[in-house]
């Protein structure tokens, strides 16, 4: 989970259950499950909003 970019905040859950999570980057709260993680799902990052509609 940390190799992917994620710190867990909660036991593992199971592999295709919602891990409570933060994003090691921007830090927001992710919920992805071990299964999206090892297929190569990653944090988008969009906590930031740099890639909103409006500028
Ligand atoms: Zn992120």
Redesign the pocket.
């Known amino acids: 989970m940390e190799e992917a970019?994620y710190i867990p905040r909660a036991p593992f859950p199971g592999r295709s259950m919602p891990w409570d999570s933060t994003?090691a980057?921007?830090h927001?709260h992710?919920r992805p499950t071990l299964q999206q993680v090892e297929t190569g799902t990653r944090?988008?990052?969009h906590?930031r909003r740099r890639y909103g509609p409006r500028p």
């Open positions: 970019g994003c980057t921007c927001e992710r944090c988008h990052h906590g």
